[in-house]
């Protein structure tokens, strides 16, 4: 039986048959994908299994390579086995303390942003620290209990420790402050074992400041 042409789909007589990319084609029809001209076995590119001219075979690229069923399984094999490797780092550095995944830019980007959202929830809470919470309610109930409330107050916050700047300080952020190296920084309270939220004496800017560029005084 004759086989069929790979163009035209018709019967393939032995005559007229062109057996090439794995097809065969009359002679007329095996020629160029693009601009028809007819090609010969001297002549032709094949490119998928399709015949074109020198001026119109296609120009292969990087994303045709990684796009082979072999390059998939190899890009799958290699995210199954970082896979793998970050369960097994997870799981050896766990418990202690600080891990390899707490150092990837990715953890590094969220834990700051959570000591952004600590360090702004901080101020806030120090900003209102001096004002007697609903001591403008206290007024409108019996006089006797109002005095005594009043002088539960919390303490201004001069009341502060203060400390010496012993290095110069460039703010990094809106809720940070900056010295220079002598400046005192009173009414100093600590917030962890890295910040403290105080105000430079010289400047009157208050804010937060790290707590290894200061000593007590």
């Known amino acids: 039986m004759n086989p069929l042409c790979g163009r035209c789909n018709l019967v ?27 090609l010969n076995m001297k002549n032709y590119k094949g490119f998928e299994k399709r015949p074109y001219c020198n001026a119109h075979y296609p120009k292969t690229t990087f994303t045709c390579v990684t796009d082979t069923p072999e390059n998939n399984r190899l890009k799958q094999q290699s995210k199954m086995q970082s896979q793998v490797l970050y369960r097994e780092d997870f799981e050896k550095n766990k418990g202690k303390g600080f891990s390899v995944v707490a150092d990837t830019p990715e953890m590094q980007r969220i834990k700051k942003s959570q000591n952004q959202i600590s360090n702004v929830s901080v101020s806030n809470t120090l900003i209102h620290l001096p004002s007697p919470p609903a001591a403008s ?48 920084i009173i009414d100093v309270q600590q917030i962890d074992e890295g910040w403290m939220y105080g105000r430079v004496e010289r400047t009157g800017q208050q804010g937060m400041l790290p707590a290894n560029y200061v000593e007590a005084i």
């Open 137 to 184: 309610q206290n007024f409108h109930y019996e006089p006797t209990p109002a005095p005594v409330q009043q002088a539960a107050a919390a303490p201004p916050p001069s009341a502060g420790k203060r400390y010496r700047a012993v290095y110069d300080y460039s703010a990094a952020d809106e809720d940070e402050v900056s010295f220079m190296d002598g400046d005192v």
């Open 12 to 38: 393939v007589y032995p005559t007229e048959k062109v057996n090439c990319l794995d097809k065969y084609w009359h002679k007329g029809c095996f020629s160029c994908e693009v601009c028809k001209m007819t």
